[in-house]
């Protein structure tokens, strides 16, 4: 495993600079489908942005995306199940939109996957029970990219 520390401000694009440092996409290849799962946390104050470094910002999802699009990557998903909380009025959707992710989304003609409304199917392995989200690209597990 490689490591890449830049400092953002000295690079147009500090996340691709950062992947292209480390071969991070040495793997990747331009037919792959590609899960882009963002951390989002929406309070009741919909006026305060949590500070830089605790949720993945609109920027820095657009440097990822336009750094998998110059690797030639088309097939791009960017899903996220943000907490489902009535009282405050937030769900994922109201997340990507307060977050300017569904802009980002948009720009670029990327699909947004809600996974609080996706459907899930339990799957038992040995004595492990796992729950199997169903979209429209093939799962996603720990971390990895499938094809």
């Not at 657009?62 to 791009?76: P, S, T, V």
């Amino acid at each position: 495993m490689s490591v890449a520390l830049i400092k953002r401000e000295n690079y147009d694009n500090p996340i691709k600079s950062a992947i292209d440092l480390c071969k991070g996409f040495s793997e990747l290849k331009p037919d792959h489908n590609v899960l882009i799962k963002p951390n989002l946390v929406m309070g009741a104050d919909r006026k305060i942005i949590p500070p830089f470094g605790k949720v993945t910002t609109a920027s820095a999802i657009e440097n990822l995306i336009q750094a998998l699009l110059d690797h030639g990557c088309r097939k791009i998903t960017i899903g996220e199940g943000a907490i489902l909380n009535p009282e405050f009025g937030s769900n994922t959707h109201s997340a990507m939109k307060f977050s300017g992710i569904d802009k980002v989304g948009k720009k670029y003609g990327i699909r947004l996957e809600d996974f609080e409304t996706a459907v899930y199917k339990k799957v038992k392995i040995d004595a492990h029970t796992f729950y199997h989200i169903y979209m429209k690209l093939p799962m996603i597990t720990n971390n990895g990219w499938v094809q």
